[in-house]
């Protein structure tokens, strides 16, 4: 069974960066056709997809958070991370990471939250 | 890239169907059958409920059924039960690689 577990990260202030890291096992991060993905939902509010990093290693992110994120992904340790740079309150929320393939998001992570505040 | 639009909440007696749009534009779910549905109870992650338009994941009720018309998407719960209560989103592919959710539909069993 797939599991996926965000850390990193918790409480951060304005300017800074957020980084956090999701560790998969049960499979091999590099096994398949599948994308390892960025979500996050602030407190009562609607889920926003960040960004993935395909397979082969290209990423793609929500146009809305304007460059300030970066995917990577390490074989070595079966996992990969989220930087998110210049952050602001408007980037509290809880993170999850997840597996997407064709569109969907078939396992996630269990969520963490991340707080921006001075 | 503006949210998908669902209705806040929708509400059903047990037993009842319900219907949850989900309408988007002609840059996502008019011009891609990859629609999907996920179901989130509070404090828990997402959980996939259907996936490119009408597919259901091994272990979902069949009680939950997808499909779409043009730019809009909906879920429907059959046979509504206690259990089903819980924030739906949906979520289209929307070109270039991204994907795009909806606002989310609270559901009430009454």
């Known amino acids: 069974q797939l599991q996926l577990q965000e850390s990193g990260s918790r409480l951060l202030k304005p300017s800074q960066t957020l980084s956090l890291t999701c560790a998969v096992s049960g499979d091999s991060i590099s096994s398949g056709a599948y994308s390892w993905s960025w979500l996050r939902q602030p407190p009562g509010k609607a889920l926003e997809w960040v960004g993935y990093i395909y397979h082969s290693g290209n990423t793609f992110y929500n146009p809305s958070l304007k460059s300030r994120a970066t995917i990577s992904v390490d074989r070595s340790r079966n996992q990969f991370s989220l930087n998110l740079t210049s952050v602001t309150a408007a980037d509290t929320a809880v993170y999850y990471c997840?597996?997407?393939?064709?569109?969907?998001?078939?396992?996630w992570g269990q969520g963490t939250l991340v707080t921006v505040s001075s | 890239q503006s949210a998908l639009t669902q209705p806040a909440s929708v509400s059903g007696s047990p037993g009842q169907s319900i219907t949850i749009s989900c309408t988007g534009s002609s840059n996502d779910i008019a011009s891609y059958n990859l629609v999907s549905w996920y179901q989130q109870s509070p404090g828990k992650a997402p959980k996939l409920m259907i996936y490119?338009?009408?597919k259901r994941p091994s272990g979902v009720s069949n009680r939950f059924s997808g499909s779409k018309s043009g730019n809009t998407a909906s879920l429907t719960i059959s046979g509504l039960q206690a259990e089903d209560e819980a924030d739906y989103y949906c979520c289209s592919y929307a070109g270039s690689s991204t994907l795009i959710f909806g606002s989310g539909t609270k559901v009430t069993v009454l």
């Open positions: 490119e338009v009408t």
């Open positions: 997840a597996r997407e393939i064709v569109a969907h998001f078939d396992y």
